[in-house]
């Protein structure tokens, strides 16, 4: 079982910056990947970047350039600094984390809001 919590969301105007933590209830190394995803409303919830055990990150080509996830594995956190911020940027973001062992079992947080408005 794992638990996330995340945090970090708020209002930002569009250009402005945030940074949301995602803090685990176990090792990130025993989590084989972990990830940021996000909801508008009236839409799907999609993914916006990712990053495996070994470091590896994939990003939505939306973000690219803007946002940077990362890992302290001393601190059981993930993070996704978010920059140059976009009013479209605007939804409830989830940290997620799959741990593939004999079966594939996926946790999720419980969302934090992120309002990029002037």
């Known amino acids: 079982q794992v638990e996330l919590v995340e945090s970090g969301g708020g209002l930002v105007q569009p250009g402005g910056s945030l940074r949301l933590s995602c803090a685990a209830s176990?090792?990130?190394?025993?989590?084989?990947?972990m990830g940021w995803y996000r909801q508008a409303p009236g839409k799907q919830r999609e993914l916006v970047a990712d990053?495996?055990?070994?470091?590896?990150?994939n990003y939505v080509d939306s973000v690219k350039g803007r946002f940077t996830i990362s890992s302290d594995n001393a601190k059981n956190t993930v993070y996704l600094q978010m920059n140059s911020l976009k009013p479209e940027d605007t939804a409830v973001y989830y940290c997620?984390?799959?741990?593939?062992?004999?079966?594939?079992?996926?946790?999720w947080g419980q969302g934090t809001q992120v309002t990029v408005s002037s």
């Open positions: 997620n984390g799959v741990v593939i062992r004999n079966t594939v079992s996926v946790y």
């Open positions: 176990r090792s990130i190394f025993s989590i084989s990947r």
């Open positions: 990053i495996t055990s070994a470091g590896s990150t």
